[in-house]
């Protein structure tokens, strides 16, 4: 084994584990020691590393996160949440407005920053109302996940996919969205049905959330913003990344928000994880390993460019290593697909997007979700989320490929 597949093959077992063990390394930290490494041991010059790295994927992750933070400092997503915790409603209905609320949130903004921002004010929520905040908050996690989905501009992995793939935004939403709009459905139908007549929580919970204060100006800011960048990127041919970094400039150019403020809202760990495993994947794929590993595939019959194939890998992979490291890994089967790039890249987005609901880890957005409630004495295992991930991944999955395959 030669320095290039050693380090890949320890970098994805950190994906797989989560750090490495003996190392207080995360996947983020595991990413960015490998590309060093890969420096440091001569199989990439420090110019082919950084020439690895898809600086449109990247600049465009980060201009949405600027978008993302002047909502959040908005006091935005608060306002959002706690009205719609306190709808006068019954709690199945509850439960409904919260799936909708996450999917559309979700499907427009990154659905990490939306899990983060809504989850322990759900918690609130539900404590005033005496109830059990767990099937809202399995709801919440699941919906984000599943509305993601329905556009390139949901998650990371669907940013990636869009930019390196030179996927259409119109056309890609033409063929998620009704996948993603049951899928919804399916996770109201599945976490009501597994929480039927215990809705009530047994003892009443302090969980006061100290939110960010209501600023409207700069709210209908963090709005327009949106609505802009949504109608460039249906209606025009306009790079993405240039789109998302002009709406970053202008909330940036402000008279009462701090830039440091903004900029303290940035995911730099997801920026790293990106920059570290572009680099790690340049160096696989300027040694020639990705290409014999596909070939040796379709030697045995495992076409990975077939749908089925890459649909099931996807599905798979994503929730041994996580989306994002299974996405660039299959990216160029993806662009080898039946159909074109822009099938390949559909059928790569929604599995590896909506596969994130199977188990606890399978999803940073499911992780977030449980980390911010246990801070509020919440807790949501492994078995618990099962009960609702693993038929909500099967559902949505078959809902997917269905209708893929009818298109």
């Not at 899990?115 to 609130?124: D, F, G, T, Y």
């Not at 056309?171 to 899928?183: D, I, K």
């Not at 099938?343 to 987005?349: K, M, P, S």
């Amino acid at each position: 084994m030669d320095a290039t597949l050693a380090v890949f093959a320890l970098c994805y077992l950190g994906m797989l584990l989560g750090g490495l063990p003996g190392l207080a390394l995360d996947r983020t930290g595991v990413a960015l020691l490998a590309a060093i490494a890969l420096v440091a041991l001569g199989e990439a010059t420090p110019a082919q590393a950084w020439q690895s790295i898809d600086v449109p994927t990247v600049a465009l992750l980060f201009g949405l996160m600027i978008v993302s933070a002047q909502l959040e400092l908005a006091g935005f997503y608060e306002a959002v949440t706690r009205r719609t915790s306190a709808l006068p409603v019954s709690p199945p209905a509850l439960l409904a407005a919260v799936v909708a609320v996450a999917g559309l949130l979700s499907a427009v903004l990154a659905n990490d920053i939306v899990c983060l921002a809504m989850a322990p004010l759900l918690v609130e929520g539900c404590a005033r109302r005496r109830l059990d905040p767990v099937p809202y908050l399995l709801a919440l996690c699941a919906a984000a996940n599943v509305g993601s989905a329905a556009t390139l501009i949901g998650n990371p992995q669907n940013m990636l996919i869009g930019e390196v793939l030179g996927l259409d935004f119109a056309r890609y939403l033409a063929a998620a969205a009704v996948p993603a709009a049951l899928g919804l459905a399916v996770v109201w139908a599945v976490v009501a049905a597994a929480h039927r007549g215990r809705w009530e929580a047994g003892t009443p919970r302090d969980a006061a959330v100290d939110a960010a204060p209501w600023r409207p100006w700069q709210a209908a800011k963090g709005i327009a913003a949106v609505l802009a960048l949504a109608a460039a990127f249906l209606a025009t041919d306009w790079p993405r990344e240039v789109v998302a970094l002009g709406a970053a400039g202008a909330l940036l150019a402000s008279r009462e928000t701090n830039s440091r403020a903004l900029l303290a809202k940035v995911d730099g760990q997801l920026l790293v994880l990106f920059i570290g495993l572009f680099v790690v994947h340049g160096a696989l794929s300027a040694s020639g390993h990705v290409d014999r590993a596909f070939e040796a595939l379709r030697a045995a019959g495992v076409d990975p460019s077939r749908a089925p194939v890459l649909f099931s890998l996807s599905a798979v992979l994503s929730n041994l290593v996580s989306n994002v490291p299974a996405t660039m890994l299959l990216l160029p089967a993806a662009a080898r697909a039946e159909g074109g790039a822009e099938a390949g890249g559909a059928l790569l987005a929604l599995s590896s997007t909506l596969a994130g609901n199977f188990l606890l880890v399978g999803s940073i957005a499911n992780l977030i979700v449980a980390d911010q409630a246990a801070r509020l004495g919440v807790r949501i295992g492994w078995r618990e989320h099962a009960r609702v991930g693993v038929p909500v991944t099967i559902a949505t999955l078959a809902i997917a490929a269905a209708w893929l395959a009818l298109r």
